[in-house]
């Protein structure tokens, strides 16, 4: 038994849904690179030996941190979306923490990434596989 909108009953909740993502994570991963920037001028360029896990430490607290305190990073809640669970309810630390681990993986893996891509554009709800894992589900925010 899942408290989320029913897709056919409301489909205004996951109307281009997979689209706003995709603009949502161009968002993210602008800002994020921005942010990398602070590490690299503060240790005059030597960070930019470590810029992978420089990105990787700053990409996963920002998301983690993000969503845990709006159920959404910022590109989401530009493009007015969010994360919601099984029941409805906003993303605590836990669950930010479980979908971020699950976002990290299946970038990690080119496979996985395109088998969730393929899941968000064709599932009713729009859930890609970390979703599907979590029962998470993104949707429009409530205007």
């Known amino acids: 038994m899942t408290h989320l909108p029913d897709p056919d009953r409301q489909p205004e909740f ?3 849904v997979a689209t706003k993502r995709f603009v949502a994570w161009l968002f ?3 800002l ?3 942010l990398c920037i602070v590490p690299i001028f503060l240790t005059l360029g030597a960070g930019l030996f470590f ?3 420089i990105y990787a430490v700053i990409s996963f607290v920002y998301r983690v941190v993000t969503i845990a305190n709006g159920s959404a990073t910022l590109g ?3 493009m007015g979306i969010e994360l919601r669970d099984a029941f409805g309810a906003r993303m605590d ?3 930010a923490i479980a979908h971020t681990a699950g ?3 299946s970038m990690a893996i080119f496979v996985v990434q395109v ?3 393929i899941m968000m554009l064709t599932s009713s709800r729009g859930q890609g596989l970390t979703d599907s894992f979590l029962g998470t589900v993104m949707i429009n925010q409530r205007a």
């Open 103 to 105: 976002y990290f993986v």
């Open 28 to 30: 993210d991963i602008a």
């Open 93 to 95: 630390l836990g669950k």
């Open 32 to 34: 994020i690179s921005l």
């Open 76 to 78: 989401m809640r530009f």
């Open 115 to 117: 088998i969730s891509v």
């Open 51 to 53: 810029l992978p896990l």
């Open 14 to 16: 996951y109307q281009s």
